[in-house]
């Protein structure tokens, strides 16, 4: 390889070269001389490394040391590695606050940064380092963009703590907020199981969003089989960093692209990891958008086909017993992996970055004898997947009801409604909510909230007050991954955009029927029409800024709430 910067190129360097080649290109080598770089440097494929490293939350909290080793990986394989980050928003931080807003709005963000930064600065091939739930679907969208080599590298999932003897995470924090409000736990208690629930970096340790995705990433293809799966403070991360830098290299040489991995097939192999896992349904919303990145048709009915016949095959928090890093000792994804494809559940031939196909993936999984997270497909934990998708008058485009964790597929009873999560956490802190409830949070959707905020303050503590078996909540708006019980979400069309959960009174009688698939309210469609027809509109939350911006620009919920030209 030439260290002459008007050579010829590396043939590698199949964009980088517009930016480093030629004595036309004087000024931009003299910028990057300056940061360090060198002739030799620069005459070699030049491959990005973003991060989302942010003080706000353990969950990101180690991904500027994993740069490193990625980085060393990069120059190992022969390429040039450039750094770049960008922002990060912690769902568990902002929770209950009207920062929540910022959460989904953030995914857009990222994407378009990495993108922005990836197309300004002609990157050969990327790695994106990726923690905390927005910023793991974030960084495929923008890989999906560009459709240049690359690959996503979750920085691990967080250690459970220790309280009184057993494993917890945040969920057991939110879950106490409830207990204290009903006079079950001290504030002494609440405050020692705060110290303790987070002990060091990583994302967060149930099969929570965050958990979710980066399974569904390694089962998707676009992560290297395993590697993501590592925790973050265990020892092999960093060896797992170094091999992703290798292979971003060798999928540079070869020219491998994203949309070479990510196909329906892939998508709908995704889907399946999901519902075998009972993981988040914020996966829906996230899989949708890679789809549309990509122009793969998708919808969400095909969550509910794909759901309905994959088994629950891991027992994983909150529906389950188990946690990220216990999969982990277990055998890992691997073990999911093989359980569906010997069930026949998934598309076998399809492409993983690190070059294997999923059965291949699955032949080499390597189980920890006595491990109890994953059960054989043939003996599940729940014959059906963790979700389902309903319509009815109340979700014409359809909401998606979250089914690990909880027998309940029917429930009848009068609507508590209220204007905005605020009010509904107020109620239930009041003990205003009973058993055979439904609670009704609506104007908390995309557009109108906007940002489609998670309600797992509210939910955690109607779970925390000892009625979560018998209260059912709909909302426009979305559920953390760790939320459990009869919760249905991502109701569209949403309130703001004058869909019916907008017409809901106080004591009509909704019916979420999950057999039959349908979430309904329970009067004449003349008397429906009706109110909607009186419906108007509200003023918007938000008038300029991002948020306004979002509002303007996002899509239903039932199409991924991504955002687009109109």
């Known amino acids: 390889m030439t260290t002459d910067p008007y050579g010829p190129s590396d043939p590698a360097k199949r964009r980088s070269a517009a930016m480093t080649d030629g004595p036309d290109r004087a000024p931009a080598r003299a910028m990057l001389k300056g940061t360090g770089f060198t002739d030799e440097d620069l005459a070699r494929p030049i491959v990005g490394v973003a991060t989302t490293w942010i003080e706000t939350m353990p969950c990101n909290l180690n991904q500027r040391e994993l740069a490193t080793h990625v980085k060393r990986g990069v120059r190992e394989a022969g390429g040039t590695p450039m750094e770049l980050n960008t922002i990060a928003v912690s769902d568990g931080v902002s929770m209950g606050t009207d920062g929540m807003r910022a959460s989904l709005v953030s995914r857009e963000v990222i994407a378009d940064s990495i993108e922005l930064a990836a197309r300004g600065h002609s990157f050969d091939g990327l790695v994106c380092l990726v923690g905390c739930d927005k910023t793991i679907p974030a960084a495929v969208m923008a890989l999906a963009r560009l459709d240049i080599p690359g690959l996503v590298l979750y920085n691990g999932s967080i250690a459970p703590g220790r309280f ?6 945040i969920q057991d924090v939110f879950e106490v907020v409830g207990a204290h409000a009903a006079g079950r736990a001290s504030a002494g208690e609440v405050h020692a199981l705060e110290s303790v629930a987070c002990p060091g970096a990583g994302a967060c340790g149930g099969q929570f969003t965050a958990n979710t995705m980066s399974m569904a990433l390694d089962i998707l293809g676009i992560s290297p089989a395993g590697l993501n799966g ?124 690190d070059g294997r196909t999923l059965a291949e993936i699955a032949e080499a999984a390597r189980e920890t004898p006595g491990q109890q997270v994953v059960v054989p497909a043939d003996r599940p934990l729940s014959l059906t997947g963790g979700l389902a998708i309903l319509r009815g008058n109340l979700a014409p485009e359809g909401c998606v009801v979250k089914l690990a964790g909880h027998e309940r597929r029917l429930h009848v009873g009068p609507a508590r409604v209220f204007e905005s999560e605020e009010e509904a956490f107020a109620a239930v802190k009041r003990r205003l909510i009973e058993p055979g409830d439904v609670v009704v949070i609506r104007y908390e959707g995309p557009a109108g ?118």
């Open 164 to 169: 009184r003897g057993r494993d917890v995470t």
């Open 230 to 353: 590592v925790p973050a403070a265990h020892p092999d991360k960093a060896a797992a960093a170094v091999e992703a830098g290798r292979l971003a290299m060798r999928l540079v040489r070869d020219d491998v692209r994203p949309s070479q991995i990510v196909t329906r097939d892939s998508i709908d192999n995704a889907i399946a990891g999901i519902a075998a896992s009972g993981g988040s349904t914020n996966g829906v919303l996230h899989l949708l958008a890679i789809a549309w990145e990509l122009g793969i048709p998708l919808t969400i009915d095909d969550f509910d086909a794909i759901a309905d016949r994959t088994p629950i095959v891991a027992s994983l928090t909150p529906g389950g017993r188990y946690v990220a890093t216990d999969l982990h000792e277990a055998g890992g994804v691997a073990l999911i992996t093989r359980e569906l494809v010997g069930a026949g559940l998934v598309h076998p031939g399809a492409r993983n970055v």
């Open 449 to 566: 909230g906007p940002g489609m905020r998670e309600m797992l303050h509210v939910t955690a503590a109607i779970v925390g007050e000892g009625i979560g078996d018998e209260v059912a909540l709909i909302t426009d708006g979305r559920f953390s991954g760790a939320t459990h019980g009869l919760m249905v979400g991502h109701v569209a069309p949403e309130a703001a955009r004058g869909g019916p959960i907008a017409a809901v009174q106080e004591g009509d009688t909704v019916v979420l029927d999950v057999d039959a698939r349908e979430l309904r309210l329970e009067i004449p469609d003349d008397e429906l029409a009706a109110r909607l027809a009186a419906w108007t509109a509200p003023e918007p939350r938000e008038t300029r800024g991002v948020l306004a911006k979002y509002a303007a620009l996002v899509s239903s919920a039932s199409e991924g709430a991504v955002t687009r030209p109109r």
